[in-house]
């Protein structure tokens, strides 16, 4: 603007100097040749003016238009005056000039209504007023009954002096933003049920060992000592044969269920013989404790599994085995166990009563919804999954998916390492 002001100051001063040339000289040829010049001079920087007005014009609309924000040029009345693609298609309109003539002409709150519209906070309003500069979320109600999550800028677009004429609005669409802290939201309340729920399991746990030990072990000790005892005061030695036998019976008794109790904490059939056997062996107990058919089934051909990843596999499994025995009503389970290229599959697979997936995954308050996240959250640390196929009344198949390597392990010991 400085060169413009320049340009007509120079222009006047010439003219000027014409008029005085002619006061002087009296010399109506002179002066047209003068003003013939100033003419041209005069048109030459019009013309240049308006180019350079045309290209910055041509320049505000390419930025305006290929802005991946929305964008609104809005007036006094609130009137839609322009609106560019990315605003047509963040809010559900068919990014195209017939889209474009539908909303330019209505207002803005009639077409983008959001809680705001009408109020101090409505942002054309405080440009209006006189601010140079507003920001602040809000949620823009759709014509199909959804809604978008922005962050709109507001600032004067044109002005006559201090006064806005128009307001150019510039909405960042936060929507998935929202979605992922509403996400991490719910993971956390996740995460403290958890916390909570391994908390009272692992005192569960701790108090169903307890009892069995002093129902079972402890009492067939017990009742041992006893036996001793009567055998030590006896000074004639009646029915020997059938007081030791019986003593025999109870030690024999409390072995076989201090090794079922070592077997439920830690199989060592797992860490002696590998994830193969240690699953066949949990289905042939199963099976014979509930009285339900299961088949096994492996193709692992003595493929090499990291004992972290086989504890993870065998525990899950014998988790999605107690769920099928308690809740499903099932009388045949089939278990498989498939190896791949760097994954294995553990698929457990039931004609029990099924039950809703999604349902199932969010509900957290229930027992089945916990086991579902645990189990989930113990795989994803291995880069593994969960995957869950069930109907009411048509089965449940349940994949666990592991890797045969524990990358968990060696990024864990990579960072001791480093230490």
């Known amino acids: 603007m400085g060169k413009h002001f320049k340009t007509i100051a120079a222009i006047s001063a010439i003219v000027i100097l014409t008029l005085v040339c002619y006061a002087i000289h009296k010399n109506y040829s002179l002066l047209f040749v003068i003003l013939i010049a100033l003419m041209g001079g005069a048109g030459y920087q019009i013309r240049r003016m308006n180019i350079r007005f045309e290209a910055l014009n041509s320049e505000l609309n390419q930025i305006f238009n290929k802005s991946t924000n929305g964008m609104l040029i809005v007036d006094e009345d609130h009137n839609i005056l322009q609106a560019n693609y990315a605003m ?44 140079q500069f507003f920001e602040r979320d809000l949620t823009i109600s759709l014509k199909d009954g959804s809604q978008v999550h922005c962050i709109v800028a507001a600032s004067p677009f044109r002005k006559d002096g201090d006064r806005a004429m128009s307001v150019m609005l510039d909405y960042k669409d936060i929507t998935e933003r929202k979605e992922n802290e509403k996400k991490f939201a ?28 002093h129902d079972s072990v402890s009492q067939n000790l017990f009742i041992t000592k ?103 009503g099932a009388t045949e389970v089939q ?55 069930s109907e009411i009344g048509k089965g449940t198949k349940a994949t666990v998916i592991a890797p045969f390597k524990s990358y968990a392990r060696e990024y864990s010991e990579e960072k001791n390492n480093e230490n």
């Not at 889209?99 to 209006?128: A, E, H, Q, T």
């Not at 004639?236 to 076989?256: F, P, R």
Request: aromatic content about 8%; some cysteine; overall charge negative.
């Open 335 to 389: 278990v498989m166990l498939r190896a791949g290229k760097e994954y294995l599959r553990c698929v457990v697979e039931d004609n029990g009563s099924g039950f809703d997936v999604s349902t199932a995954q969010q509900d957290l308050g229930g027992n089945a919804g916990f086991g579902l996240f645990n189990i989930k959250e113990r795989l994803s640390y291995f880069e593994g999954n969960l995957l869950l196929e």
């Open 88 to 131: 047509l298609k963040m809010t559900g309109y068919e990014p195209s000039g017939a889209s474009l003539s539908r909303i330019v002409g209505k207002k803005c709150y009639d077409i983008y209504p959001n809680i705001n519209c009408n109020s101090s906070s409505c942002p054309c309003k405080r440009i209006f007023d006189g601010e």
């Open 186 to 213: 719910r993971y956390r309340t996740q995460l403290q049920t958890m916390a909570s729920e391994l908390s009272l399991t692992e005192e569960r746990e701790r108090r169903r060992l307890a009892t069995n030990l």
């Open 226 to 328: 006893m036996k001793v005892g009567a055998l030590r005061k006896c000074e004639t030695l009646v029915n020997k044969d059938e007081a030791l036998s019986e003593i025999y019976g109870n030690i024999d008794k409390a072995l076989s269920e201090t090794r079922t109790l070592i077997f439920e904490i830690s199989p060592p059939i797992l860490y002696e013989l590998g994830l193969d056997s240690a699953l066949e062996w949990l289905c042939d107990t199963a099976g014979k404790k509930h009285e339900i058919k299961f088949s096994y089934s492996s193709d692992m051909q003595d493929r090499k599994v990291d004992i972290d990843v086989a504890i993870l596999i065998f525990q899950t499994a014998r988790e999605l085995i107690n769920n099928v025995i308690k809740h499903s």
